[in-house]
């Protein structure tokens, strides 16, 4: 890739050094009582965005929040967390992958939804590899410190792969769900104190073969049960493919009824879950880039009353499938990473496809594809593409530079159609490669437009030495 400078949004505010800019955003359509929304930080009724900087070259991993305002999002409403922020636990240390994985979820049960991260790599002298920060969040946002946590049993190994946090055992009240390597952890309701009195629970899981490392966990109702179904993402050791396995949720042995989905099929990368067709079920949606002839395939499982793939057959949709943007090419990426969101704001949630590798004007710098879902399921009428060298897009297509590493659909604007972020983890700024840079499009009736679109990179939230950076790795899910 030949450096070059990103164009940026030309309103965005020079930060500190520091990258704690903490100015919260406009006055929003909750009033004095927090919201209690999910991804929603600071309780003021838009949702933020949190985009994972696990910083894989040599740099210790951060998180930015950027928080959401009927305007969008700016750097300049933003606040950067690392294990070196006032109050959060641990020490940031390059390898620790600190941003690995992002979710929230009100830990605290406060009404303001609280930050969670995950650093599997974290080394920690006497206690097991890997662990999971919960970093609290109130009415000034992100300021008040956090906890961590780290696996219960001394064998168990890279906790903080992923985390969940909804209505495990059907009571009302979420709670906390964490994976390792080999384990899924669940937390009661009670709050976390992170002093390693916290008891966590495990999942019966005998049922996982011995081989497989657990990657993600995602919830939802994707049947009939009482409280959240699971899904369980994870890879067979010996290298045959991936595990997918759903089990129950509610009252009773959390575990005990299960179904495997996938054995041994095509790997899966990503996972998103919403409901597509608008059924009231939790519809599933993976990511399987090395799929649909090695050019990539996304594949949806549909909720239904005795689970997912219960009722009605999956459906595999590649650049091939009529109607999809573009034409499926060796090494592609389509599926590289999947998000659920519903753009237009119809009720029908729609599907946005990451494809890193895609080759545009003959260089293979990505592009994402948005697919819309109906009453029929999800449809290609109106399917939209992206990338670099789109009208209105700022920037300049180069290979490599892995557009649509990363996506993630949030409504931060409020207006009850979401809005979608888009990483290239390896774009250039200027001559530091693999700074990575971050986009927002927002959703509007018609679908995704490049009117209002803003970008920005490391820089832009205080990082120094932004090389290597790949800011866009990862997004809140």
């Known amino acids: 890739m030949r450096p070059r400078t990103l164009v940026t949004a030309a309103t965005l505010t020079a930060l500190a050094a520091t990258g704690l800019v903490v ?57 950067r967390i690392t294990q070196d922020t006032a ?32 650093a599997p790599d974290e080394a920690k002298a006497g206690k097991p590899d890997g662990s999971l920060s919960i970093v609290w969040g109130s009415a000034e946002g992100l300021t008040k410190g956090g906890i961590a946590l780290h696996a219960p049993t001394d064998d168990d190994r890279d906790f903080g792969q992923g985390a969940s946090f909804s209505d495990l055992d059907g009571d009302g009240t979420p709670q906390l769900q964490v994976i390792s390597g080999r384990h899924f952890w669940w937390y009661s309701d009670a709050v976390p104190k992170g002093d390693g009195t916290d008891v966590a629970l495990p999942l019966e899981d005998d049922f996982l073969p011995e081989d497989v490392q ?4 995602a919830a939802g109702n994707f049947g009939s049960t009482s409280g959240s179904d699971y899904l ?24 005990y009824s299960h179904a495997v989905l996938s054995d041994g099929g095509t790997e899966t990368r990503s996972i998103a879950t919403g409901d597509i067709d608008k059924d009231g079920r939790t519809d599933l949606v993976t990511g399987e880039p090395a799929g ?20 009605r057959g999956a459906r595999i949709l590649d650049q091939n499938t009529p109607g999809v943007p573009g034409t499926g090419e060796t090494g592609d990426s389509f599926g590289a ?10 009720g029908y949630q729609d ?21 819309r879902g109906s009453a029929g399921g999800v449809t290609t009428t109106g399917a939209q593409t992206f990338h670099q060298d789109s009208s209105g897009v700022p920037g300049v297509g180069e290979n490599g530079d892995r557009f649509g590493s990363a996506v993630h659909l949030a409504d931060i604007s409020g207006n009850g159609k979401a809005d979608l972020f888009v990483g290239a983890d390896g774009e250039d700024i200027g001559t530091q490669a693999d700074a990575g840079a971050v986009w927002n499009l927002r959703g509007t009736a018609s679908g995704l437009t490049t009117t209002g679109i803003t970008s920005f990179n490391g820089s832009d ?10 800011l866009g790795e990862t997004f809140d899910h």
């Open 214 to 217: 657990l990657d993600d966990v």
């Open 232 to 255: 369980l993402s994870g890879s067979r050791g010996d290298g045959d493919g991936d595990y997918l396995a759903t089990f129950k949720g509610g009252a009773g042995d959390i575990g």
């Open 337 to 346: 990473d999947v998000s659920v969101g519903d753009v237009t704001g119809d």
């Open 351 to 371: 599907i946005a496809v990451g494809v890193p590798s895609e080759v545009v004007r003959g260089s293979g710098a990505g592009a994402i594809v948005l697919l």
């Open 461 to 470: 939230f205080g990082f120094t030495g932004v090389a290597g950076l790949r």
């Open 87 to 118: 109050g959060v636990p641990g020490t940031a240390t390059a390898g620790n992958r600190f941003g690995e994985n992002v979710t929230s979820g009100d830990v605290d049960h406060d009404g303001y939804a609280d930050l969670i991260v995950g």
């Open 23 to 79: 100015p919260l955003a406009a006055a929003g359509p909750a009033a004095a009582e927090p919201s209690g929304l999910r991804e929603d930080f600071n309780g003021d009724g838009y949702k933020d965005a949190a985009i994972g900087v696990p910083s894989a070259n040599g740099k210790a991993g951060a998180v930015v929040v950027t928080y959401g305002s009927a305007s969008g999002v700016s750097p300049s409403r933003s606040v």
């Open 292 to 311: 649909g002839r090695e050019a990539g395939a996304v594949t949806v499982w549909w909720g239904a009353p005795g689970g997912l793939n219960t009722g």
